[in-house]
């Protein structure tokens, strides 16, 4: 089956970006833009988001085969001196898909990586019913409503909710806008990214993405980025990549937490423009 690519505007070098679990590419509007004027940005999403992917498939999904497909998605359509940008899950799909295809790649931007330590795993992981051990957010993702009437009904009941609250209007608008598409049977509105495929993910956690770090090219230019208030990539985590790669740029983004890509797209554009114009990158 032909991976998708999803042309999101500019021309010249290439940026790919591939998006957080259940955040399609189109809420990364703000955070492109800036780019547009110098980059050919483009996509190539997880199954979840391809056209026709139907329900997830049952049990949890693999990070590593998102990381892999994202690899194989980059030889198919002959990508090549690709900045790679990824967000949460997407950083470490794109990871490990440049760990897999280092000829590929340019730079690597990782902005708030899931590259967990082990007790932190541990402490997401609860219990069913059954006593089998489930991440508490897939469990989360299954409740989750995606029927809408209609854009503003969706706004309006998300605007208040927790995930949202320090969210500009516009940003939320650009989730709205590019979350939803129309339900198939015609009425309202259901979510591009389902809460089956979410909770797939999620489930599928890569607990062994510190290995992949060590496979990188070791000339890759490497820029992380976390929040500085994230409660998912924490202090102590950002010290073992420093120890695994040392070469790598590591910065703080002062009082935003794991979601900073969508509450701070300006900042966060202007960083990573920074270190792309510092290190050069596509030369």
Do not use: C, K
Not at 139 to 162: G, I, K, L, M, V
Not at 209 to 221: D, K
Request: glycine share 10%.
């Amino acid at each position: 089956m032909s991976r998708p690519l999803v042309e999101l505007g500019g021309a010249g070098p290439l940026l790919h970006l591939a998006p957080a679990n259940s955040f399609p590419l189109g809420v990364y509007r703000p955070l492109l833009e800036p780019w547009l004027a110098r980059f050919r940005v483009v996509g190539i999403p997880p199954r979840g988001l391809w056209p026709n992917a139907g329900p997830a498939p049952e049990g949890p999904g693999s990070w590593e085969s998102v990381g892999e497909e994202l690899a194989a998605g980059i030889v198919e359509h002959d990508l090549r001196d690709v900045i790679a940008v990824g967000h949460s899950f997407g950083a470490v799909a794109s990871l490990v898909a440049a760990a897999r295809r280092p000829g590929r790649f340019s730079g690597l931007v990782l902005l708030d990586p899931t590259l967990l330590l082990p007790a932190h795993v541990d402490s997401i992981y609860h219990p069913d019913e059954e006593g089998v051990p489930r991440h508490m957010l897939a469990t989360r993702a299954r409740f989750r409503r995606a029927e809408f009437a209609s854009e503003q009904e969706a706004f309006d009941y998300w605007r208040p909710r927790p995930l949202f609250r320090d969210w500009p209007d516009a940003s939320l608008w650009h989730y709205v806008r590019g979350g939803l598409r129309p339900a198939d049977d015609g009425a309202g509105l259901t979510l591009v990214w389902q809460p089956d495929w979410e909770a797939h993910y999620y489930e599928g956690l890569y607990r062994d993405a510190w290995r992949e770090i060590g496979r990188l090219e070791p000339s890759l230019p490497v820029l992380l980025i976390r929040g500085g208030t994230t409660d998912t990539f924490t202090p102590a985590a950002a010290e073992r990549f420093h120890e695994i790669r040392p070469s790598a740029t590591i910065m703080d983004l002062p009082g935003f937490g794991h979601l900073f890509p969508l509450t701070a797209p300006a900042r966060t554009a202007e960083l990573i423009t920074n270190w792309i114009r510092s290190s050069r990158p596509t030369s």
